[in-house]
């Protein structure tokens, strides 16, 4: 990459963690672009680029479901220009259902960067039965299990049971169809959950104590316990663990979009990747990062993710209106029952 009259600055909006000193000042030594990070989560990020209509910002960091619907609504994003972007850097398949997920009017929106996954926290010593999220309402772990009220659950238990409530989007009445099943599943279920849990907090103390031994809960915590107990990890499920994905957009009135793109291709390098790695926590769609995080976090990475289970992901995409009062009403009734 060039420096001299090529030299932007970048002015970037995104989570904390993403754009650690260490990366802005290797970036900025080797490219002559500057950046300037503004921190921010889903809400606001979206609020900020309304409010100018996609102004203030030339790079952001949205997950891949909050594109495509204020894309289409307010116009706050430019299409990416995927010549400009490195594309052997990434997971092929993330990279794909990101695109796949972030275009409108035939263009594409975004591009993965960070992810984590939801899927099953278990004490594999005394849940060995628990390969999928429909095990937690197995006899030999009655009374031991936790899981949130909230929509993974649904979703986790649809594709767990051989439905496919993503397919079912555009479909009103059939996506109410696969909830009545699930709704009957939960409620079956409902004598062996010890408590649904609440914060993540909460649900560690319950898995730290014994009180429960498998769960519903995300891949990072199930790894910080992991580094109290050997036998106490996150493991995909057999119908796969549950996606979210934060990506990288410009904004509608971005002025440098080529400090942009040259951000993009930097930090998907897979040893940049990793210095990201170390400082959210969660790993990137970068191909190849985890060979350079820690060691440890590399073992929990492998063992929790062969390729195979990396590609079975279910990555949650855009949710339609209408749907999330469906699922209201099947939390409602499944806390509600006997």
């Not at 975004?110 to 060995?128: E, I, Q, R």
């Not at 059939?174 to 849990?197: F, G, H, R, S």
Request: aromatic residues 10%; charged residues 20%; hydrophobic residues 40%.
């Amino acid at each position: 990459m060039a420096q001299g009259a090529s030299a932007e600055t970048l002015r970037l909006l995104t989570w904390g963690g993403y754009a650690p000193q260490d990366v802005i000042e290797k970036f900025e030594a080797e490219t002559g672009h500057t950046v300037e990070v503004t921190k921010s989560n889903n809400e606001e990020m979206i609020a900020k680029l309304r409010a100018t209509g996609g102004g203030g910002f030339d790079l952001a960091q949205p997950s891949q479901d909050r594109i495509a619907g204020p894309q289409a609504e307010f116009g706050i994003y430019k299409p990416i220009d995927l010549s400009q972007i490195d594309s052997s850097l990434f997971i092929p398949s993330m990279l794909e259902a990101t695109k796949k997920n972030t275009t409108v009017g035939g263009d594409v929106y975004g591009v993965p960067h960070v992810w984590g996954t939801s899927g099953l926290v278990l004490d594999t010593s005394k849940a060995s039965t628990v390969t999928d999220y429909t095990d937690l309402c197995n006899d030999d772990v009655a009374g031991q299990v936790s899981y949130r009220l909230k929509r993974p659950t649904l979703i986790g238990f649809a594709f767990s049971m051989g439905l496919d409530p993503f397919a079912a989007y555009g479909d009103e009445d059939a996506y109410t169809e696969i909830m009545q099943k699930v709704e009957a599943k939960l409620k079956d279920c409902k004598p062996n959950v010890k408590t649904y849990w609440g914060g993540g907090d909460e649900l560690m103390n319950l898995v730290r104590s014994g009180e429960v031994i498998a769960a519903m809960a995300w891949d990072t915590g199930g790894w910080k316990l992991n580094d109290d107990n050997a036998d106490i990890t996150f493991v995909a499920p057999d119908s796969g663990a549950l996606g979210w994905i934060d990506t990288f957009v410009l904004p509608a009135k971005g002025r440098a979009d080529q400090a942009a793109y040259d951000w993009i291709n930097f930090v998907m390098q897979p040893e940049v990747s990793a210095m990201i790695t170390a400082s959210a926590g969660n790993f990137t769609a970068s191909k190849g990062a985890d060979a350079y995080a820690s060691d440890e976090l590399k073992a929990k990475y492998q063992n929790s993710f062969p390729p195979e289970d990396v590609d079975n992901i279910k990555w949650y995409p855009p949710v339609p209106a209408g749907l999330e009062a469906i699922e209201g009403g099947v939390l409602d009734r499944v806390k509600a029952a006997n």
